[in-house]
């Protein structure tokens, strides 16, 4: 079969070509500049998604020390809370510290008793125990050991 093509087909089916050229290279740049679009759109949330993660591991490190320091602090006050019941039993001895007879003080223990004599005069050294609990007689101090009764709520002894 043969076909005879005139001047003003070719025209026309020239233009067509060059328009559907037109049109293909419109949709290929449209496309590009879609994927363009779409590609930063995907490193923007990549990104986003890089920082999520940064702060989610701040935060789990955050977590990890605040759950460290609770952790020590129950641990402190738990010991501060033995220390309380015990303060609160008080203690089951105390030495009273006499000077000529009279008392001069009270303390938790015997060095400490000896320290306030010292502070007050007394030799820091040398103290000895006397059959008695009396006081040599060239030593005016006298340390005393005393036992502590606690008292019920009510006033009674125990």
């Known amino acids: 079969m043969i076909r005879l093509v005139t ?33 930063a759109v995907q490193q923007e949330r990549g990104r986003e998604r890089v920082t999520a993660r940064h702060e989610v591991e701040s935060v789990r490190w955050s977590l990890d020390i605040a759950r460290a320091d609770a952790d020590a602090l129950r641990t402190e006050v738990a010991q501060l809370e033995e220390k309380l019941s015990a303060a609160q039993a008080g203690p089951e001895r105390v030495v009273v510290l006499t000077r000529r007879g ?57």
Do not use: C, N
Request: charged share 30%; hydrophobic share 40%.
């Open 7 to 39: 001047a003003k087909r070719l025209d026309e089916m020239t233009a067509e070509r060059e328009r559907l050229r037109a049109d293909l290279a419109a949709a290929l740049e449209g496309q590009k500049q879609a994927a363009e679009r779409e590609f």
């Open 102 to 158: 009279e008392i001069h003080s009270v303390h938790l223990t015997v060095e400490a008793a000896y320290a306030e004599a010292a502070r007050h005069g007394a030799p820091a050294t040398g103290w000895r125990t006397t059959p008695g609990g009396k006081p040599l007689a060239d030593s005016p101090w006298r340390a005393t050991p005393v036992t502590v009764r606690a008292e019920r709520p009510r006033g009674e002894a125990v």
